[in-house]
């Protein structure tokens, strides 16, 4: 036999972690905050996960900042806002949406109970900019602009700024003490208020350009229209907005009222008039199921015993010395028309009569453009702006219900309005772009709802009917803490990694490490599996073909 | 360890059961199979005596006895196991196992025919068929060369680390009472030192053994185990004579009985060794020139010391006890690889004689040297006598 | 909900697993549990393709590699080494798919259990030969295809959880990726305990099965919902613990995930269906004792 060299049989020398097996795969997880349907549906923009997140670790004072870094009202919103989070909310999907709303109010009442003060500003940037109209418009774009370090005006022509949120929401909605509270901790930020300066011509706002660098209108939607019905003047035909600005201390004429339209205002004005003890009626052109108030608040006003009659028309008034007589009919409105354009149609031998003291009427509102007529385009009663909120003139901007056609006027709409004119306006005035890219926001088939045992929502709950409706307080109760935390606890976390670990648990491969404050995928071992896609509980992580 | 030692009246078996507790093994998977039962249970008693710490695992199959006799061996301690016939063919599969690990395991075989049909008698077919297996493979006469080879293969196996079976005949060897020396626990330790293996199956190591290899490693594993198995020859020979400096019983890997100027020598293992020898001695009473070349180490095989002892002589008549369908005996074919190309080399005469078990007296081979010595040219086919 | 698993760092990067692997998943729970102080044995297996060739392994604990029918029999052997040199406390483990376990090492798995050795058995069952191109073994359910059963496999699936807890082991559980610290917990649970100890490991393949790569753990988690593979432990062949069973998802759910039944009629998912009813509640009584 040949002698070979030495050879000795050969036990493993060492480990695998030397086998580059990352060339297996053709994609990658990436670990990228992706937007929540909530953030993309809020007006504002919130990073509601984020706020929510710390809200339900008991951090809520950073809840609040979280939320006022957009929002200076949260305990007004938390009140009126329709809401959109909710509607686009994935868990709306699996066993009913977050109470995004519930916990708004929640934090915004404990920072004016706490006494938390709004974030100080940035640098002093030594330039003025005037915002015409103190309404939640106008005060949004004040308020981003004083953080950004600017000096802001607000040239309010009413005696104090609120605008629809002073006048225009009854008390047993927003109580008056709340939005005082809020608007003076906003203003505490150094915000200039002139009051009883009314803004009425083109000439003033080139005036206002001559000391800041640039104007925001915020000049709201104020004038109501009058139905050619009632194009008369009589003192028992009020219009709502004057009714509710005396927030129930205007008091009517006889025991009853018959209230004019469909929408929240109409709502708010026949609720108020039912707590002055009247008995009311509400004449709408909609459907009972199609009214523009929403569902919520149709249901309040008929447990709160209003009568609600959908699908009719006044025809004619009747002006007696006794009371208003109106001739009424059923209507259908024509489908064919445009939108915000209402074209109703008699249905024949469906004519009746109502008898009254008041009308208030409550039929849709505009702005008043006459001041901005020649400085800058309008279309179909709305000042036309651009996606910075720019008119067409570069140094005027305008955001609110000036620019928003009547079924999107809502408060958080409006703030998000005055958001994306201070945008725009710092934008201008530094010279800058920031377009960021969009990302589609994580939809429910990438929530893994195998980690989200079942848990109802539970809702604010209303004082009852009876009760309630004798007074101006507050009709809606606030969830408990413990209730509030059930429900935070809730929230999916779409798209923003809370670090559970999933993904480091779930790889075969061991190829997600675990930074101290993120993940990060060891390129030289992950095969593109996508286990830890699948088991991240809220799309918080995304395989990314690699093209190279 | 306790008990007795000395000359005691022992059958086969029983004489390797002696050898495994001087050989201070310590874990025994085993599986019964006549005719090696006794040595199992000779073990047994020792272990329930308290005369031997060792711990006997009582396996469900000679496969699952042999699995465990791997593993536990490279975990790092001495292993014995015993088997005969359908256990050993069970087996096949880790036996090849065993040697590719390189695991010094040392196993007792009683040599008995293998089915079908069935059968318990003496024949070595069921050991043969596995020398290809890579295992050192011993032949025994008698239970005192039993006792003695196993402490042996201990020795050989643990310095080349490769696996070694001891086999002795069913009935013949295994179950006849003759005196046997067992020598004292001193001089065994004298002779075995204790098995402390560097490699081996220890989380304090880490190293695993046996996945998968690419051509090369394999073909490297396989040049490693020729390696050990050359050394194996060397150290057999040289346990073998320390053994006997000690006990005075030196077997050696080949022996030579009565070969002067011998024109005949009679080739054969086991217990056959034993009756030739009978018959030489009847012949060379009569004056016919007849010795014995008694094969004890089959593998590897001794080729250097069967062509020595084949030189010079005439003539060899293999006596095989077993028997391979399409080759005839074992014996005779590994002698006739062995001899080719020796000059003045021997006429080689195969004979098929007890296979199956049947009786081969003394007479019967003494008829047949005689007859051989004036036969002409050999068959190269073994030719049936019985 | 977040999972807290403490591992030791045994299984390592860079192993072969086909990628989103449910048996590689597993092994990184049952080592990592079992820590440095363990031998594992392996027959041939993906687990054994896993581990790695030489000379490298992905386990850092010493692997021995045994023949297919031998895994019980080679883990008994190394502990009892173990013993025999004063080192008993090291874990022995053995890490088997169902080929090695349910049909070729089921021998010697008996016989281990009716020695009690003291060893952990765990079975990585994926419900086939899958190392080997899919063909079917005593485990693969009925009516599944394998590329030795076409037309579906016309027999039931082994109760091999129940069978070993007739061993009367001290224990036995079920278990499976999808339920990672359930698994660990058992594994722990198994560490603790003298004597031969069972885990039976749900672990879907990928490709034997026909699932997305990412698919494997949800997959697993339909098995147990549906009552197909009821998570608990038998525990001295007395003590039966449910810790995830039946909740009501239908068969067809878990069924219709998976390739390997793609050619089921509803006749056939009905058979499924009423099959899976009858087991669970039979075995739903052993709970309530």
């Known amino acids: ?219 709201g939607a104020g004038r109501v229209r009058v139905p050619p019905q009632f194009a008369f003047r009589d003192p028992r035909v009020i219009s709502a907005l004057d009714f509710l600005a005396a927030k129930g201390a205007a008091d009517i004429a006889g025991e009853d009222a018959v209230v004019i339209g469909g929408g929240r205002v109409a709502m708010d004005a026949a609720r108020t008039a039912r707590r002055l003890g009247k008995s009311v009626k509400v004449l709408a052109l909609e459907r009972l199921e199609a009214l523009p108030a929403g569902d919520e608040e149709t249901a309040e006003a008929l447990a709160e015993g209003v009568l609600i009659f959908g699908g009719v028309m006044v025809r004619e008034v009747d002006r007696q010395p006794e009371g208003l007589r109106l001739r009424c009919n059923a209507v259908a409105l024509d489908g064919s028309a445009p939108p915000g354009v209402y074209r109703p149609v008699l249905i024949p031998d469906t004519d009746f009569t109502i008898d009254t003291g008041t009308v208030i009427l409550a039929a849709g509102q505009e702005p008043d453009l006459s001041p901005v007529a020649e400085l800058c385009e309008s279309h179909a009663s709305l000042l036309v702006v651009n996606r910075r909120q720019a008119t067409s003139r570069p140094d005027i901007f305008a955001c609110g219900d000036v620019t928003t056609p009547a079924p999107d006027r809502f408060v958080s709409v409006a703030l998000g309005g005055g958001i994306k004119a201070a945008r725009g306006i710092i934008g201008y005035l530094e010279k800058r772009d920031s377009d960021e890219p969009e990302q589609s926001p994580v939809p429910f088939a990438a929530i893994n709802t195998f980690y989200f045992p079942l848990v109802p929502r539970f809702v604010k709950e209303s004082r009852d009917p009876g009760g309630r409706v004798t007074d101006f307080g507050e009709v809606k109760v606030n969830l408990s803490i413990e209730e509030a935390l059930v429900q935070a606890g809730r929230c999916f976390s779409c798209g923003h990694c809370l670090k559970c670990d999933n993904c480091y648990y779930f790889c075969p491969d061991l190829a997600v490490v675990r930074d101290p404050e993120k993940y990060r995928i060891d390129e030289k071992h992950c095969k593109g599996c996508g286990l830890c896609v699948e088991e991240c509980p809220r799309g918080a992580v995304s395989l990314k073909e690699e093209l190279t | 360890m306790s008990g007795e030692h000395g000359r005691m009246l022992l059958n086969g078996n029983h004489a390797v059961a002696y050898g495994v507790k001087l050989a201070r093994a310590k874990v025994i998977p085993v599986y019964p199979i006549t005719p090696q039962t006794p040595i199992l249970e000779k073990l047994s008693e020792f272990q329930a005596k308290g005369e031997m710490t060792a711990d006997l695992m009582t396996m469900e199959s000679e496969h699952s006895a042999m699995a465990a006799c791997i593993s536990a061996s490279l975990t790092g301690v001495r292993v014995f196991t015993a088997s005969a016939s359908q256990g050993l063919m069970l087996m096949h599969e880790v036996l090849h196992y065993a040697s590719g690990a390189q695991a010094p395991i040392v196993m007792a075989n009683v040599n008995r025919t293998i089915g079908s049909p069935w059968g318990f008698w003496p024949d070595q077919t069921d050991s043969l068929a596995q020398r290809d297996t890579g295992w050192i493979q011993y032949y025994c006469e008698s239970a005192q060369e039993s006792l003695d080879t196993v402490l042996q293969a201990y020795r050989v196996a643990e310095k080349v680390r490769v696996p070694a079976m001891v086999s002795h005949e069913a009935f013949y060897v295994s179950h006849s009472l003759e005196v046997v020396d067992v020598p004292s626990p001193d001089l065994a330790d004298q002779f075995l030192p204790p098995f402390e293996p560097a490699l081996r199956l220890d989380p304090a190591i880490g190293s695993s053994w046996g996945s998968v290899v690419n051509q090369d490693m394999f073909y490297r594993h396989r040049r490693a185990l020729d390696r050990s198995m050359e050394e194996a020859l060397a150290e057999a020979g040289e346990a073998d004579r320390l053994w006997g400096e000690l006990t005075g019983r030196a077997w050696g890997i080949v022996e030579l009985y009565r070969p002067e100027d011998a024109e005949l020598l009679i080739c054969t293992m086991g217990s056959m060794a034993g009756t030739a020898r009978e018959a030489v001695d009847l012949l060379r009473a009569r004056g016919v020139p007849v010795g014995l070349l008694k094969v004890k180490l089959v593998r590897p095989v001794p080729a250097a010391a069967l062509r020595e002892a084949l030189a010079n002589v005439a003539k060899v008549m293999v006596l095989d006890r077993n028997f391979a369908p399409g080759t005839g005996g074992f014996l005779r074919q590994e002698l006739c690889a062995v001899l080719y190309g020796l000059a003045g080399g021997p006429r080689v005469y195969g004979y098929l004689t007890g296979v199956g078990g049947t009786n081969v007296s003394p007479g019967r081979i003494a008829e047949l040297a005689e007859e051989t010595l004036r036969a002409g040219e050999p068959s190269f086919y073994s030719i049936w006598k019985g | 909900m977040g999972y807290e698993i403490a591992e030791q760092n045994v299984f390592c990067s860079g192993h072969s697993a086909c990628p989103g692997c449910n048996a590689a998943l597993a092994v990184r729970y049952i080592v990592n549990t079992l820590g440095h102080d363990t031998i594992a044995v392996v027959p ?186 009821p998570l608990y432990e038998i525990e001295d062949g007395e003590r039966y613990t449910l810790n995830y069973g039946c909740t009501g998802t239908p068969a067809a759910a878990y069924l219709s995930r998976q390739k390997r039944y793609r050619h089921l009629s509803q006749v056939q998912i009905d058979e499924i269906q009423d099959k899976v009813n009858s087991d669970w509640q039979r075995l739903r009584k052993k709970f309530e004792v």
């Not at chain 1, 809520?60 to 919103?77: G, M």
């Not at chain 3, 086939?128 to 027999?155: C, I, R, V």
């Open chain 1, 1 to 219: 036999m040949i002698k070979p060299a030495e050879i000795r049989p050969v036990w493993t020398t060492g480990w695998t972690e030397d086998v580059n097996t990352g060339t297996w795969r053709s994609a990658l997880p990436v670990y990228e905050g992706r937007p929540s349907p909530c953030g993309v549906a809020c007006p504002l923009g919130s990073d509601i996960p984020a706020w929510i997140h710390e809200f339900l670790e008991e951090r809520y004072e950073s809840a609040w900042r979280l939320i006022t870094a957009l929002n200076p009202f949260p305990a007004v919103t938390g009140r009126l806002c329709h809401h959109p989070c909710e509607q686009s909310c994935n868990r709306l999907q699996f066993d009913g949406a977050v109470t995004v709303n519930a916990l708004e109010q929640f934090c915004g009442d404990l920072a004016v109970k706490e006494g938390w003060r709004l974030d100080r500003p940035g640098a002093e940037k030594g330039v003025r900019v005037a915002v015409v109209g103190g309404g939640p418009a106008g005060l949004s774009c004040a308020y981003q602009l004083r953080l950004a370090g600017y000096k802001v005006t607000v040239y309010e022509a009413g005696k104090g700024p609120g605008g629809v949120l002073r006048s225009g929401i009854p008390g047993y909605r927003l109580p008056q003490e709340v939005f005082d509270a809020e608007l003076q901790r906003l203003l505490d930020l150094g915000i200039t208020v002139e009051a009883n300066a009314a803004v009425g011509s083109g000439a003033e706002i080139e005036r206002l350009l001559e000391e800041h660098a640039a104007v925001c209108l915020a000049l």
């Open chain 3, 44 to 229: 041939p297996s993906c687990v054994a393709i896993i581990v790695g060739s030489q000379p490298l392994s992905s386990l850092k604990i010493p692997v021995y590699h045994t023949t297919l029918e031998s895994s019980a029999a080679s883990a008994a052997g190394i502990k009892r080494a173990l013993k025999a040199r004063g080192r008993g406390e090291v874990n022995v483990v053995a890490i088997a798919g169902d080929g090695g376990t349910y049909d070729i090492g089921f021998q010697a798995l008996s016989s281990a259990a009716e020695r009690n050795e003291d060893i952990i058995y765990v079975c990585l069952d994926n419900e086939g030969y899958m190392n080997t191109g899919a063909q079917k073994s005593s485990a693969t359910p009925y009516l599944a295809y394998t590329t030795s059963t076409p037309a579906g496999k016309p027999s039931a699936k082994k109760n091999l959880a129940e069978i070993m807890g007739m061993h009367r082991i001290p224990y036995v559980a079920t278990a499976t990726t999808g339920y990672p610290d359930d698994l660990v917990r058992k594994v722990r649970k198994a560490r603790d305990v003298q004597g031969m100890r069972f885990i039976l490991v749900l672990t879907p393949c990928l490709d034997g099965w026909g699932l997305g790569d990412h698919e494997g753990v949800k997959v697993s988690r339909l098995a147990v919902t549906s009552g197909i593979f």
